[in-house]
């Protein structure tokens, strides 16, 4: 059989080698790699060292028997894959107690990570080093050392694997440097999980996997797949599970470039299906050209307007105004300077994610209604009534680079100063018309997964989401919501945390509040007391189970990539229906601050040392990277005093996320992001104060650094 | 975009508590049942000073190009964001700026009546394909289709441009329609393989 496999190949290799490289891309399109059904980039079984790119975001399904296994796949650089998954193992229950989990069966939650070390070239293969469920239970611990390299239109992979990948065994290689690797492989089924088990990693037994993936030509990028199964059913999950045959065969159908099917036949006796779709969401537009442009003032009256404009600063700054305002900029303040050479002027904004285009919309309009004396344009982008700093345009080089598009020769890194904008220096202040309510409504899906009570439950909700200005740094922010549709009556399980339950009373917050329940109403107060010196206080009821006061001071030198501040909040637990109710638990926490942002690598690296929501103090750190049109991906975990007993299942706080900016869907620009975040279990330990508005996020549009990204968007 | 590519897109959206539902339900309906920029009204087209043509690449909005230039037949038609497009006598023979480009290398006049099948040597970009035989056929479909332009519904004649590369077994049928002034009004390209469909409406001063 394997001898015919071999001849079979072989000819259609020798078949299709006349292949050239520049139409190969037409015969075999859709070339994205696969996704195994461990739910990472790999074969069948099998991990390969094939890699999408940075800033792609995907989802898997694969169903073999007994296992169901979804995944959320994110790729946050290009040598780094990270996994998440949901299995469940059809051939055991959740737990030998029916009263607690009744017939479910047994749902296990595993993190994967795999690092490209060498990148394929025309001779070297790609290579991969791996962890799968690396801070799990343990039930499919391995790690592996993969290679990959194409040959026109096959796809090779062999690799050595250790824990459940060792089917094929061989001795450990690095039983030759230490014989400690030599060793047997410490089982952690059972455990409580949660931590990364490194005294096990690359011990015990090794075994050898390998398969070639043959792409079909004229088919959409189809594939044909075999593999010598390298994974060990005697050791994996918990039930032995049969294995007939290590050969595994399968067919990938990619629908699209983002979107397959697959269909194998795995173990000599089981059929496999699965599906997968990834996109990347790093990309300024990701689906669409934006389709949302400028509006500039009609040539002639604005040559008219020019001419009213010439002796009457009052006129300037009502054209200013207007204008500014048909492109959704609000000019707050303005100010002529003396000798009519330039203007300063504050405007806020909602409309886009980049403050360099902001400016470049609003020198559009300045050049379009002030004489030609006016030779520079001052321009200050506020938010939340925070101004950290100016950009100074030189209208000559705005107009002379603008046919050709060159914004990087129109601005240096002197042009942007730090400052502390008071309205009072500035002789125009239109005055607003506050308060004002501006308010919208959007569903709402509040989620339990993976419970023993039941795989899903949902809440679909309808949302309102508020906001009264009462003066411009000054306003109350609300969201509440109405339930719809919701199937949480079979939800019931209950904290057992040894640690006042600040989080994990999280079912009886879910179903008391099914009906109408106020998330959030609280009263946000901003200012500046100095440049670079922001502050922030917060009060009311802050979040869906803490109400009480807060407050959140931040240096930020506008010009440098770090931050330093602090925060403290005196809180109260709210009652679970989601009103106004408070109920004893009462604490003081805070943290001082550290957050650093490295420019090259685009990540966040983010610190909290102090006192948590439990009265547990320890440290949260958080990195995540940001891509150029904001998407951000990310992890986070906290580590307390509280032991891992204590802490419960998981041992510390932990958690991923992703957000994606809601513009990469539209043809318009719009704020905002869409997302998602997933703590695998909720525990008490590490909890912290939602604070909506933090002041790191408030000031981060305005950073050097971040104009300096998104600089060549001045002219769109 | 695809269809297929959209729908995660609005699952995802619709998971967020602080999206207004109405921006995603309008678009989604205008993806599906056609953006008001697809249509050119009279007064539009009256307001007019130049030629210009329509364009609506897939299911995406519509957006107007202007004629530039008219060049040994071949027509220039430019976008306000960068996008050249270069027809003969409707069929598109080359394009800059759009997110797979092409040129067919087609140097002879095109006409429907009388050119019969012939190969160029053509390329397509993004991936590159360069200097591969494309070949070409014309054929008068002796149907006639109406059409909306204008507000009004319109009698057209239909004619077809077959292409197919052999060195990537890819083949395609484009329309172009007629009016009764044997005036070309419509056409309906597939031009690379990476891009959906390209409905072009003509309209010349």
Known sequence: MKSKLFIFFTFLGFFNSGVLASSFDYIYPNQKPMFSNYGTVGLLSNPSARFHEEGTIGFTWNRMQPYFRGSIIAYPFSWFEASYQYVDINNELYSDIFEFSGNQSLKDKSFDGKFRLLKETNILPALALGFRDAAGTGLFSSEYLVGSKQFNNFDITLGIGWGMLSNNSIRNPLGYINDSFDGEREATKGTEGGEFSFDRFFRGEAGIFGGIEYRLPYLNGARIVIEKDGVDYSKEGYSRVKQKDDINFGFVYPVTNNFQLKLGYVRGNTLNIGFSYVGNYSNKNPFFKKNDPPKPIPKNKADL???????????????ALKNLADNQIYLQSANIADDRKSIKVAYSQAKFMSYPQVTGRASMILDQILPENFSTFELIHLNANLGSHSIEIDRSKYIRYKDNNLPNTVIQKENIKNIKYRSKDFA??????????????????????????????GDIRLAFIGEYIVKKNLTITASASQGIFNNMAELKLGSDSVLPHVRSDIVKYLKQSQDFAIDNLKINYFMQPRKDLFTKITAGYLEQMFGGIGSEVLYRPIDKNWAVGAEVWDVQRRKFNGFFGFKDYRTITGHLNFLYFEPNSGVLFSSKFGKFLAKDSGVHVNFARIFDNGARIGAFATVTDV??????????????????????????????YTGFGLRPITRDGGAMISNEFD?????????????????????? | MTKVNMLPAVFLISSCNSFVLTDPAIYINDYFFGFESDNVSAQAYSDSEYSFANIKIGRGPAA????????????EWRSNDGITIYTNNGVIVKTLGLEKDINYGIVKSINFSSTEAFTSTGSLYGPDLIKTPITHNFLNMDEVKLIERLGEEIITNVLMHEIYIPSIKWSAKNYFYYDLNNNLVRSEQKIHPNLPKIRIDFFIK
């Open chain 1, 305 to 319: 307007i020019k001419i009213i404009n010439k002796d009457n600063d009052r006129y300037i700054y009502r054209t």
């Open chain 1, 428 to 457: 125009f202040n239109p005055k607003a018309e506050l308060p004002e309510f501006l308010y919208r409504f959007g569903p709402a899906l509040r989620t339990q997964i993976g419970g023993p009570d039941g795989f899903f439950f």
């Open chain 1, 643 to 672: 032991s891992r007993e204590e802490f419960g299942e998981g041992s510390f706080d932990k958690g991923f996320y992703f957000f994606i900016p809601i513009q990469s869907f539209f043809t318009n620009y719009s704020t905002g």
């Open chain 1, 695 to 716: 002041l790191w996020g408030v000031t981060h549009s305005g950073s050097y650094y971040n104009h300096l990204k998104n600089w060549d968007d001045l002219y769109d």
């Open chain 2, 64 to 75: 107007n190009v202007v004629l530039a230039y008219v060049n040994d037949g071949i027509y």
